[in-house]
């Protein structure tokens, strides 16, 4: 069975500080996709990463994909308020990434 | 990003009582559909995976006859609820498979009096 952890599980932080979340396995991924869910609403696709090795810029957060496509770190720079919620990462595999497997999810809270 | 949509957002009813849930691809045609159970500051717990035109799959402990799936086309699954007890209060997700992403239906929060 494939598990997916990541860590930590909870941090709070002021707005302006910078921060990452780690995503990490013992299995191989063909993809890993990064959620943020906000309280009541389903999660949200913010990424997808493929190949090993692959860093992904969306404004302040960059992704980067482990060289050996098992781990993945999220990076916040000067997070907002708004930055708040749920983060979930996402390992798709077999040939067709069929299987999804998901993270236990990374709860951030930017305080103003 | 492709668009699930999820109906209804929220429901309230009687115990006893059966609820559909709806989830639909808006633009693009899902094969697969997943249904997950999300509880209070907790990540999504998979129930049923549904494959259009055949039966779901069903995780371990997931009641087959409580929770009904039926895939009957390539952009909807419904997820119903039969005989609603308190204890399946919760917050109902679905997904859509394309080629290599999943997507997200906004939610369905059920409250069983």
């Known amino acids: 069975t494939q598990l997916l952890e990541q860590s930590p599980q909870f941090l709070s932080i002021q707005e302006g500080e910078n921060l990452t979340v780690y995503c990490n396995s013992s299995?191989?991924?063909?993809?890993l996709q990064w959620y943020r869910q906000e309280p009541g609403e389903g999660p949200v696709l913010l990424v997808t990463?493929?190949?090993?090795?692959e860093v992904k810029k969306l404004k302040r957060l960059t992704f980067q994909f482990g060289d050996a496509r098992k781990d993945s770190s999220l990076h916040i720079t000067a997070a907002q308020p708004g930055d708040t919620g749920l983060y979930l990462c996402?390992?798709?595999?077999?040939?067709?990434?069929?299987?999804?497997?998901f993270g236990p999810g990374t709860r951030l809270s930017v305080l103003p | 990003g492709a668009v699930v949509s999820q109906h209804p957002s929220w429901v309230i009813c009687k115990s006893g009582t059966s609820v559909k849930i709806e989830c639909r691809s808006l633009?693009?045609?899902?094969?697969?559909m997943f249904w997950y159970r999300q509880f209070p500051k907790q990540s999504l717990m998979l129930m049923a995976t549904?494959?259009?035109?055949?039966?779901?799959?069903?995780e371990q402990g997931v009641e087959k006859d409580k929770f009904l799936i039926n895939h009957a086309s390539l952009t909807l699954s419904t997820l119903t609820v039969t005989s609603a007890h308190p204890e399946d209060s919760s917050f109902y997700i679905c997904?859509?498979?394309?080629?290599?992403?999943?997507?997200f239906g906004e939610g369905s929060r059920l409250t069983v009096l």
């Open positions: 990463v493929v190949t090993g090795g």
């Open positions: 633009d693009f045609q899902a094969t697969t």
């Open positions: 549904s494959n259009e035109g055949s039966k779901a799959t069903y």
């Open positions: 997904s859509a498979r394309s080629p290599r992403e999943l997507f």
């Open positions: 299995s191989v991924f063909s993809s």
């Open positions: 996402a390992g798709a595999d077999g040939n067709y990434g069929q299987n999804f497997v």
